[in-house]
């Protein structure tokens, strides 16, 4: 069965760091295309970043809004996504989700259940 | 970037009906990879439809998707109650990756 598991969400300052996880199981982790998709409260969904597949070297991409502050990492032998979030203001507040992907152009056909982050002082 | 506008923003129908959502994309979205997301209150996004006219494995076929190039559709046949919830269109053809607004589908 597939399971994708977040953790390491919380409350954070204007200005913080913050790391999250997303721990994977029932597939081969190396194989495949790994997302993050955010929700603000009471709204829409909002593509992340991703890490690309051990075939296409673990190549990253991101959301201009996130660019330069959010950085994404993996580590297969522990068949872990990570989300490192730096710089972070009070509009980065949402839900987390991973979400897996079979490649580039193909949709998200498993997603974890997501952990809150909230920056406020 | 390729924004997607869905509507309506709100649908209030009877179970039994049939819905009729839209996306709207403004530009072509690439070999029409085009997917239908449903997520109810407090659960992740479950994806429903992709290649705009997949049936997901599992997906009950009183869903279907249709369209291509800007205009997309996703058609519940008959509401269940359990039908009852937030539908979100994404293009994953071109980056970044983007998302609709969504379209609350309501019990009337």
Known sequence: ?121 | EIVLTQSPGTLSLSPGERATLSCRASQSVSSSYLAWYQQKPGQAPRLLIYDASSRATGIPDRFSGSGSGTDFTLTISRLETEDFAVYYCQQYGSSPLTFGGGTKVEIK
């Open chain 1, 1 to 121: 069965e597939v399971q994708l598991v977040e953790s390491g969400g919380g409350l954070v300052q204007p200005g913080g760091s913050l790391r999250l996880s997303c721990a994977v199981s029932g597939f081969t982790f190396s194989d495949h295309y790994m997302d993050w998709v955010r929700q603000a409260p009471g709204k829409g969904l909002e593509w992340v970043g991703r890490s690309r597949n051990k075939a296409n070297s673990y190549t990253t991409e991101y959301a201009a809004s996130v660019k330069g502050r959010f950085t994404i990492s993996r580590d297969d032998s522990k068949n872990s996504l990570y989300l490192q979030m730096n710089s972070l203001k009070t509009e980065d507040t949402a839900v987390y989700y991973c979400a897996r992907a079979d490649r580039w152009s193909a949709p998200f056909d498993y997603w974890g259940q997501g952990t809150l982050v909230t920056v406020s002082s």
